[in-house]
């Protein structure tokens, strides 16, 4: 007898994500991890083997349905790759046997390449905590301490919910928050594009509790700090001061409503800087930090939970059949204008076990042609790792950023992936 196989609805936050999904570009984020030794690529494929058993909503493919996407249970062999050098190449799914997902390595080097319709940072830093759990345990080390997903416990259905669903209030249309999605044209950051796929990362590894004290000293946290030190480089490298800086931040609502769910429950934000009314980095300070006190608050991301779901349930969108919703985005996108400068998220502490073996972990954002530069970071231990993506050969933004770092007395060690010294169009 044929077995059932189990399937999953994609949360209110990811149900967009297929649809915009083309032959070239597809909504995905990359997790890198350094250690200390070279990777043994068998004992990876069976420390992915091992852990996925405790993530059913990641051992899936991607089916079509009537009116959206879902995920069904995906009981085909797992594949992992020798990374070729191209930074978030779409996952082909046909190599990964349908898997969303595509774990790589190279050298010292493990990296996963996750599709957002599955999860969001959160999420994917718990499933590859998990994979390099395993794979710390299979190369002789022993971990102590940290957080890693308790592979003894049976599977919640707290882990498989979506939270939208459990949090989101009835809400009027009137009442939707659509501003974030409203505003002047943001500031847009151009350059000469490279040829071919991939694309350039540069990353800073700076000391996290030195940057903590410096953010002190401008009365502000970290991520307001990092923020408004993106504003700088943005706006000084601007040539037209005429549109504002329009940064989006990823939201993680699990801070203000319990959650352990692995699906997405994150939304944006959307901070500001006009370039006119700030003369002084310690005026970009204060502007970054008064927005995101504002939108910070547990009202505030009440109602982009609310926002997010009530949008969806729509009838034009809760019943319109797949290929008409395909074809009215697709459609939507030939008018689509930019809304936002650059998006930055920070993933916060990975909480990663000791005697791991593992050196750091680098967090890669992925970029878009009206957004060629975004910036993303997580911390290990000590070690904050800020890492831009870029689509430009330019690398200016990121000269500005770290060297006003550096400039406020912390030290930065840069590296990248020199994409720039390749052709360009």
Known sequence: MKKTLQWFKLDYAASFYPVLTTRNTQSIFRLSALLDEKVEPEKLRQALCEAIVRFPLFKVRQRTGVFWYYFEENEEPFNIFEDDGILLRRIDTKKT????????????????????GL??????????????????????????????????????????????SRYALKTKLKDLGLDRFTGKSPMITKGHHFVGAGYGTITGEISASQLKETAKKYGCTLTQYLCAVLSYAFITRSKKKNKPFVLMLPVNFRVQFPSK???NFVSFVKITVNPKEVETFED??????????????????????????????????????????????????????????????NLGVTDLPENMGVDKIIFNL??????????????????L??????????????RLFFTKIASDGVKVSVMSNFREEQNVL
């Open 385 to 398: 790792m800020v890492t831009f993506t870029r689509t430009i050969v330019e690398t200016e933004i990121e």
């Open 261 to 263: 769910s692995l699906k």
């Open 97 to 116: 046997n349908g898997y969303q997902f595509r774990l790589c390595y190279f050298g010292k080097k493990i990296a996963l390449d996750i599709f957002h």
């Open 119 to 164: 999860t969001d940072g959160v999420g994917a830093l718990v499933f590859f905590k998990a994979i390099l759990y395993k794979y710390a345990l299979l190369t002789g080390h022993k971990p102590v301490g940290g957080k890693v997903i308790n592979f003894d416990e049976e599977i919640t259905p707290e882990e498989l919910e979506d939270s939208f």
């Open 366 to 383: 992925n970029v878009s042609k009206n957004n060629p530069v975004n910036c993303a970071a997580v911390t290990t231990g000590d070690k």
């Open 284 to 345: 970009m300070v204060q502007k970054v930090k008064e927005q995101m006190e504002k939108v910070m608050t547990k009202q505030e991301m009440q109602n982009l939970i609310n926002t997010t779901v009530k949008g969806q349930s729509l009838p034009l969108f809760k019943f319109l059949v797949l290929p008409l919703k395909y074809l009215f985005i697709r459609i939507g996108k030939i008018f689509y204008k930019a809304r936002h400068t650059v998006i930055f998220s």
